[in-house]
T-cell receptor
Framework: DTAVSQTPKYLVTQMGNDKSIKCEQNLGHDTMYWYKQDSKKFLKIMFSYNNKELIINETVPNRFSPKSPDKAHLNLHINSLELGDSAVYFC???????????FGPGTRLTVL | QKEVEQNSGPLSVPEGAIASLNCTYSDRGSQSFFWYRQYSGKSPELIMSIYSNGDKEDGRFTAQLNKASQYVSLLIRDSQPSDSATYLCAVNLVHNNNDMRFGAGTRLTVKP
């Protein structure tokens, strides 16, 4: 059984479009995250949610918005996509506090 | 100083040798340290976690932590070609909601 799943795996779209990436975890974890990994492979945290409360928001453009309908889901919405948004986006989950994070398979976003 | 620093590599070792991966961190209050492995095109997966000063061994992997020097390392004994991957060091930031920060990763190549 997949622990952390993301859809879609690949996403190709035009500049200016709005898109969403979905994430679900079946581990019963309290905290979920979104990371962006750029072409240099640097993994940068974007958001984390703990029991529906946003507890981290790095200097991410407000075009990006996380939405959590329940504890098992954290979706990422991106408005007005730009070329620089092209990257691999990883969802992850963990127990509350500094513990092991389990990553989803990633979504490769390409903005043309 | 970056929050978590690693040599980007590439680090190349022959099969059967010991690979040594290093990581330094800036938050002196950090308590939790993790090593993740990421194969090309895949998501990061946990190799080891370490919380106390000293060595922690798991099979061919040994994590070493020195909080006074703010230094954590990963040794891979009897390196195999299948160990070729990028290794990510992750540290919790006590002064930022216990947020986890990842280093840029060290790319390891084990040559047969």
């Amino acid at each position: 059984d997949t622990a952390v799943s993301q859809t879609p795996k690949y996403l190709v779209t035009q500049m200016g479009n709005d898109k969403s990436i979905k994430c679900e975890q079946n581990l019963g974890h309290d905290t979920m995250y979104w990371y962006k990994q750029d072409s240099k492979k640097f993994l940068k945290i974007m958001f984390s949610y703990n029991n529906k409360e946003l507890i981290i928001n790095e200097t991410v453009p407000n075009r990006f918005s996380p939405k959590s309908p329940d504890k098992a889901h954290l979706n990422l919405h991106i408005n007005s996509l730009e070329l620089g948004d092209s990257a691999v986006y990883f969802c992850a989950s963990s127990q509350e506090g500094p513990s092991t994070q389990y990553f989803g398979p990633g979504t490769r976003l390409t903005v043309l | 100083q970056k929050e978590v620093e690693q040599n980007s590599g590439p680090l190349s070792v022959p099969e059967g040798a010991i690979a040594s991966l290093n990581c330094t961190y800036s938050d002196r209050g950090s308590q939790s340290f993790f090593w993740y492995r990421q194969y090309s095109g895949k998501s990061p997966e946990l190799i080891m976690s370490i919380y106390s000063n000293g060595d922690k061994e798991d099979g061919r992997f040994t994590a070493q932590l020195n909080k006074a020097s703010q230094y954590v390392s990963l040794l891979i004994r009897d390196s195999q070609p299948s160990d070729s991957a990028t290794y990510l060091c992750a540290v919790n930031l006590v002064h930022n909601n216990n947020d986890m920060r990842f280093g840029a990763g060290t790319r390891l190549t084990v040559k047969p």
